[in-house]
């Protein structure tokens, strides 16, 4: 074909500034995000598909506790624990927010010690992180076990809407679904990072392919959305 | 467009990702039934998808039958035929189209066709079509259980889904339905991650996305459209799935069922049919979009003509895909849904018709004075255009809310999206195959089988679908098992069933005649060559014929072209392949 072929790698040519940048770069060969992996691009695009599996629940809850005719139960009362002879509202699911946020924080703790090749530090905040998000999951069965007791059923409840059960054990059990996931995940990577996988590039039990330390950014990317769901159910579901 | 070759003397940018490392299989079993290889995935897609397909072809036959002979097949019941009604549609709708133009072509084409060795997640695309097959079978399981399969109609809606007088209601049936969905979006959600991925940053040196062929324009955008749509449906499935199993009212209001209260109460039956068309009317897009590009291409290398406004082909191959998603409701015209959303919901249904029609004239003004060979790819994409417009002509019926409503529920809707939906994609799945079968095989299609097959199934399609227009204006009622003789169905449109039904036993009879040729071609065929069709894009550029693993050899292509330089003046031949630097820099894509 041609007698010059430069194998260099990874390098983008010049490209010019602003706007005409931005579409060059967007049109140009070969990368339409430049200096982004294919793995990142497949976890952004996966996330923007389960934005919309979230989105579906949460705006069909929406709509049923909008056009309810029966009253819709108090979550205020219903999340509320009974500390010291005092009726705390919400305080668990306080605990619960505050719980996986600061998981967000450790995870991207352990991206940043990732990239730094400190593998002992990176595995051991990637271990933290899951034992945020088991705690996590371990207060919602908590607050299930609390509410079921209560009398709460996914077909009914005694104080209202039968749509308040139902939304919310399908909701928060798809939330813990991806949390249980992420932490699954974030054990298997914590063990590979923590063995040294990506310094030694062994190969994967099921893919034989070799695996990087970016592995660690993009379950970071999985948990941090997975984080930011929640925050959006905390807002629509127990504070409205 | 800066640093991008276009004839020998510019500089070739740099790889900016490193040659991707194959997995190579070891043995048989890795090699062609595990295989990570895209291509063998796209086989496998493919002939699931044409076998599920066959099924609902016969399914097809059977309800046909009970319209022209009612009572004569006994064995075929009131609840029989809405099994078929709902198997059929659900089959071909989402089993053998989205699955066959997505996981079969894109699969094939799309690495191909962009320079690349192969997905960029072979592993998980193996995933996806795995996944993909035990959906079918938990589909196809259907049949097996104690009350047969779900006969809720091919849009599920409820409450009648999940209720006792539906056949597979209160059964197996609407439960293997709803699970076989949800494993079939699981699924195709790996493939499709995976076709997006490759589409934005797997492509060769030089293969901008101006450059890239149509076909991998319209699979990419209904790919796009499929990971933003599918999740409607996942979430409609898994809470008709929670209504049926748990008992719970997502859906469901307060009900009495043959004099007893159920315990459901408070549901909103609407809002499934919400979910559902906000899933359901992208998926008639996520079939169109490779449809039309796939169409593109025929006419392009069998009219021997750059397709005229490549540009304007692209951007409303786009613009159609964003409209797609705000234009649900025109399902729902009936539905008890505020009456204001109709005036929207027609708006925008409207507008659809600007691009689409640019498309068409796109296609028109390409063949213009072309040098069209009338080979049978290119029959099969004449017959799509015209199948195409005539479907969407009722479309613009259908759109429009005070046309709509007197026609809601006839035998008119049936014809006109089977026109557009059914036979103008199967019009382009049979070009296709017509096209790409020396590329995959290494051999022709027999020519005189396939001009058969292409003359009964196009003249047939529209004996079968013209009448049914006929019929939907007397207002004959669609998805009644029996209509009796009434006003709606005078004698003579009771003839017009019996034509019907023997046109559509003739069109399935020639599919047989078209598998019998592709198996037999497969021994007996001519040989292709590496190019018998003289085209420009990648796939045909290949070492070998079948490509070989990892698709090119030892380097790469660089690409100096778009993929339409057809008869360009002064050129050695009518074609000059995308991969081919040419001195003189005679290219026509900066001239469209």
Redesign the interface.
């Known amino acids: 074909?041609?007698d010059?072929?430069?194998?260099?790698?990874?390098?983008?040519?010049p490209?010019?500034d602003g706007l005409r940048g931005f579409a060059?770069d967007?049109?140009?060969?070969?990368?339409?995000?430049?200096n982004?992996?294919?793995g990142k691009?497949?976890m952004w695009?996966?996330l923007?598909?389960?934005t919309?599996?979230f989105?579906?629940?949460l705006l069909?809850y929406m709509?049923?506790r909008m056009?309810?005719?029966?009253p819709w139960p108090n979550p205020s009362e219903v999340f509320a624990l009974n500390i010291g002879g005092t009726e705390v509202p919400l305080i668990l699911i306080a605990i619960m927010t505050f719980v996986l946020i600061s998981s967000s924080g450790t995870m991207a703790m352990a991206v940043n010690f990732g990239y730094r090749r400190d593998r002992r530090k990176t595995a051991l905040l990637m271990l933290l992180t899951a034992l945020f998000g088991a705690t996590f999951v371990g207060m919602q069965a908590f607050e299930w076990t609390k509410l079921i007791s209560e009398g709460v059923r996914?077909?009914g409840n005694p104080w209202g809407?039968?749509?308040f059960?139902?939304?919310f054990f399908?909701i928060t059990g798809?939330h813990g679904t991806h949390v249980t996931i992420g932490v699954i995940f974030l054990i298997i990577i914590a063990r590979k990072v923590w063995r040294g996988d990506f310094d030694t590039e062994k190969r994967g039990f099921?893919?034989?392919?070799?695996g990087h330390y970016e592995i660690v950014e993009i379950t970071g990317l999985y948990w941090h959305f997975v984080d930011l769901v929640w925050v959006f159910i905390f807002a629509f579901f127990y504070l409205w | 467009?800066?640093?991008?070759p276009s004839s020998?003397n510019d500089?070739?940018?740099?790889?900016?990702?490193?040659d991707v490392?194959l997995?190579h299989p070891h043995s048989w079993w890795t090699t062609y039934v595990f295989s990570q290889d895209a291509k063998v995935i796209a086989i496998q897609y493919s002939l699931t998808a044409i076998s599920i397909g066959l099924v609902a072809l016969v399914l097809s036959w059977l309800m046909r039958l009970q319209l022209a002979f009612p009572g004569v097949f006994t064995f075929i019941d009131a609840d029989r035929y809405y099994q078929f009604i709902t198997m059929h549609g659900m089959i071909m709708v989402i089993y053998l189209l989205t699955a066959l133009f997505l996981g079969g072509f894109g699969n094939y084409l799309i690495p191909l066709m962009l320079g690349a060795r192969d997905m960029?997640?072979p592993?998980a695309n193996m995933l996806s079509y795995w996944i993909y097959l035990l959906a079918v079978l938990v589909l196809v399981a259907g049949f097996f259980v104690p009350g047969g399969p779900t006969g809720a109609g091919w849009t599920l809606y409820p409450p009648q889904a999940v209720l006792s007088g539906t056949p597979g209601g209160q059964d197996w049936g609407i439960i293997l339905m709803l699970s076989s969905l949800i494993l079939f979006i699981i699924g195709f959600?790996m493939g499709?991650?995976?076709y997006?991925?490759t589409v934005?940053?797997?492509?060769?040196?030089?293969?901008?996305?101006?450059?890239m062929p149509l076909t991998i324009w319209g699979i990419f955008t209904a790919t796009v459209m499929a990971?933003?749509a599918?999740?409607?449906l996942?979430?409609?499935s898994?809470?008709m799935l929670?209504d049926r199993v748990?008992?719970?009212?997502?859906f469901m209001p307060a009900i009495v069922e043959m004099g007893t209260q159920l315990?459901h109460?408070?549901?909103?039956p609407i809002?499934f049919q919400h979910?559902f068309w906000?899933f359901g009317h992208p998926e008639v897009y996520i079939v169109a979009l490779p449809a039309f590009g796939i169409v593109s291409d025929l006419i392009s290398v069998h009219a021997r003509k750059n397709i005229f406004g490549y540009r304007m082909m692209v951007w409303a191959i786009v613009i159609i895909g964003a409209l797609s998603f705000v234009v649900w409701a025109h399902h729902m015209y009936v539905s008890g849904m505020n009456p204001n959303f109709g005036f929207f919901f027609a708006t925008t249904t409207l507008i659809i018709a600007v691009p689409t029609a640019i498309k068409v004239y796109n296609w028109v003004l390409t063949l213009w004075r072309g040098d069209i060979h009338l080979t049978i790819p290119m029959l099969f994409a004449l017959g799509f255009i015209v199948t195409f417009v005539n479907g969407g002509l009722t479309g613009l019926f259908l759109g429009n809310v005070v046309v709509d409503v007197p026609l809601s529920d006839t035998m008119f809707v049936v014809a006109h999206f089977h026109m557009v939906m059914g036979v103008a994609p199967i019009m382009v799945i049979f070009g296709a195959i017509y096209h790409w079968y020396p590329k995959i095989t290494g051999r022709m299609l027999n020519e005189t089988m396939g001009r058969i097959h292409f003359w009964v199934t196009f003249l047939g399609a529209y004996l079968i679908f013209f009448p049914m227009h006929y019929l939907g204006l007397l207002g004959a009622p669609r998805r009644y098992y029996e209509l009796g003789e009434s006003v709606v169905n005078p004698p003579s449109a009771h003839d017009l069933n019996i034509f019907i039904t023997m046109m559509a036993l003739t069109v399935g009879a020639a599919q047989v005649l078209f598998l019998f040729n592709a198996a037999w071609s497969l021994r007996h065929g001519k040989d292709a060559g590496g190019n018998p069709w003289r085209a420009t894009t990648l796939e045909w550029q290949t070492p070998t014929t079948p490509p070989p693993h990892g698709n090119f050899g030892k380097?790469l292509?660089?690409?100096y072209r778009w993929a339409y330089d057809y008869s360009v003046p002064g050129a050695p031949e009518d074609f000059i392949p995308q991969?081919?630097?040419d001195p003189e820099n005679r290219s026509r894509e900066h001239a469209s």
């Open positions: 074909m041609t010059v072929v430069e194998t260099e790698t990874r390098v983008s040519p490209r010019p060059s967007w049109a140009s060969d070969q990368r339409t995000f430049k982004v992996s294919w691009a497949m695009i996966f923007l598909s389960d919309f599996v989105g579906c629940f069909a709509s049923a056009s309810t005719t029966v996914p077909w809407a039968p749509q059960g139902s939304t399908m798809f099921f893919t034989s392919r070799k | 467009m800066v640093n991008i020998i500089p070739i940018p740099a790889a900016e990702v490193e490392e997995y960029v997640f592993y959600t499709g991650l995976n997006v991925v934005l940053q797997g492509r060769a040196r030089g293969m901008t996305l101006m450059r990971l933003l599918f999740p409607a996942f979430v409609a898994v809470m929670f748990l008992g719970t009212s997502f315990q109460g408070g549901g909103s809002l979910l906000f380097e292509p660089v690409v991969n081919e630097p």
